[in-house]
T-cell receptor, first 116, second 114 residues
Framework: AQSVTQLGSHVSVSEGALVLLRCNYS??????LFWYVQYPNQGLQLLLK??????LVKGINGFEAEFKKSETSFHLTKPSAHMSDAAEYFC??????????????FGQGTILTVHP | DGGITQSPKYLFRKEGQNVTLSCEQN?????MYWYRQDPGQGLRLIYY???????QKGDIAEGYSVSREKKESFPLTVTSAQKNPTAFYLCASLFMDGVNYGYTFGSGTRLTVV
């Protein structure tokens, strides 16, 4: 079974500081990996995804993530935090379609706080 | 624009009542999913459907039921057997072809037991 672990349920940074949200996954096959952002009482917005192309993935709003197979990690970074980045972030893994049916497994989420 | 519409946005249920959450998509996606979100637990899969008239239980299906009579629609019923239904519910659909792979999410329904 696949699983996702997000290290740190809460992360706090200063505006302008580096954002680093950690995600480790387990999967028996090469996975598809996703980072989503969620604002209160809203759905999920895709930040970026890894689908077996380039290992360094660039997303929206200045975020990027690097797929490291040897470390089974897919950490999310942003060089300079903005107040509008305050939200909850979810890492998720899928083994694709076929017998996996496209099921998406989520981490527990990380709440990012940005203070002035 | 194509997307997923969930309704209502807020729903209140009395003890012992069944309620149905609507999920409609105009993306022509085959696969659809229902997730439940609780604080600190991420999203957990309730049910999923790959094609019309077929669906499977996810990780937390007890107390829930679904139907898939049309490709566009995947309603979720929260039955009185669900002991703790207060949560945020998200519907999603999957797009995949030989090149692209991704999910579209609705904006969610917040269900509260009163």
């Amino acid at each position: 079974a696949q699983s996702v672990t997000q290290l740190g349920s809460h992360v706090s940074v200063s505006e302008g500081a580096l954002v680093l949200l950690r995600c480790n996954y387990s999967s028996s096959v090469p996975p598809y990996l996703f980072w989503y952002v969620q604002y209160p009482n809203q759905g999920l917005q895709l930040l970026l995804k890894y689908t077996s192309a380039a290992t360094l993935v660039k997303g929206i709003n200045g975020f990027e993530a690097e797929f490291k197979k040897s470390e089974t990690s897919f950490h999310l970074t942003k060089p300079s935090a903005h107040m509008s980045d305050a939200a909850e972030y979810f890492c998720a893994v899928s083994k694709g379609g076929g017998t996996s049916y496209g099921k998406l497994t989520f981490g527990q989420g990380t709440i990012l706080t940005v203070h002035p | 624009d194509g997307g997923i519409t969930q309704s209502p946005k807020y729903l209140f249920r009395k003890e012992g009542q069944n309620v149905t959450l609507s999920c409609e998509q105009n993306l022509n996606h085959d696969a659809m999913y229902w997730y439940r979100q609780d604080p600190g637990q991420g999203l957990r899969l309730i049910y999923y459907s790959q094609i019309v008239n077929d669906f499977q239980k996810g990780d937390i299906a007890e107390g829930y039921s679904v139907s898939r009579e049309k490709k566009e629609s995947f309603p979720l019923t929260v039955t009185s057997a669900q002991k703790n239904p207060t949560a945020f519910y998200l519907c999603a659909s999957l797009f995949m072809d030989g090149v692209n792979y991704g999910y579209t999410f609705g904006s969610g329904t917040r269900l509260t037991v009163v």
